[in-house]
């Protein structure tokens, strides 16, 4: 079966501080993978999504970066947190089942 | 790009009675609308889909409905009950293969 795999669950990080969360997908080969993020109250917002290893687009101008290391790796980065980096952060995938989107368990990420 | 509308952003309704959210879409090319149901601090999960080639989908007590021409689609929940209580986000895929969310609607079924 098909799964995904996201940590750390929560982080507190000082403003300036560097950034790495980290997913992994398990059952599947190839898939699709997704970075969005969720401020508080409010929508998901797609931040990178990633077609094959080294493939990263980005959907929105910002002070985070992804990487796609191994086929079902997926990292969200940043080399200096800043306040409105806060927010819930989720990773995503499509996998097998074309179309149908599948969600980490996300990180609570509050910059302080 | 795709932008989803997605309205009310609060919805309030008595248990037993019915629930409806709507949303728009912008990109004719989009061709499938899932539903995710988002409980407090948990990941979104996928309660239902519809594809452009269908008009209609029920499973239980949800059911969706997509008019392609106004670009707009819905989900009712009917008999809700107060497990329905959530944040339920509509989503369109662009030509492009990415999924675009709306804002959101926070459900309360009250007693």
């Known amino acids: 079966s098909q799964t995904i795999h996201q940590w750390p669950a929560t982080l507190v990080q000082p403003v300036g501080s560097p950034l790495s969360l980290e997913c992994t997908v398990e059952g599947t080969s190839n898939p699709n993978l997704y970075w969005y993020r969720q401020a508080a109250g409010r929508g998901l917002q797609l931040l990178f999504y990633s077609v094959g290893i080294g493939q990263i687009s980005s959907e929105v101008p910002q002070n985070l970066s992804a990487s796609r290391p191994q086929d079902r790796q997926f990292i969200l980065s940043s080399k200096k947190l800043l306040l409105s980096d806060s927010g819930f952060y989720l990773c995503?995938?499509?996998?097998?089942?074309?179309?149908?989107?599948?969600f980490g368990s996300g990180t609570q990420l509050s910059v302080l | 790009g795709e932008n989803v509308e997605q309205h009310p952003s609060t919805l309030s309704v008595q248990e037993g009675d019915s629930a409806v959210i709507k949303c728009t879409y912008s990109?004719?090319?989009?061709?499938?609308f899932p539903w995710y149901k988002q409980e407090l601090g948990k990941r979104p999960q996928l309660i239902i889909d519809i594809r452009s080639n269908v008009g209609e989908k029920k499973d239980q007590r949800i059911a969706v409905t997509l008019n392609k021409t106004a670009k707009h689609f819905s989900l009712h929940i009917t008999e809700t009950q107060p497990e329905d209580s959530a944040v339920y986000f509509c989503?369109?895929?662009?030509?492009?293969?990415?999924?675009?969310f709306g804002t959101g609607t926070r459900l309360t079924v009250i007693p």
């Open positions: 990109d004719s090319a989009s061709n499938y």
């Open positions: 995503a995938y499509t996998g097998s089942i074309a179309e149908k989107l599948f």
């Open positions: 989503a369109a895929l662009t030509g492009a293969n990415n999924l675009f």
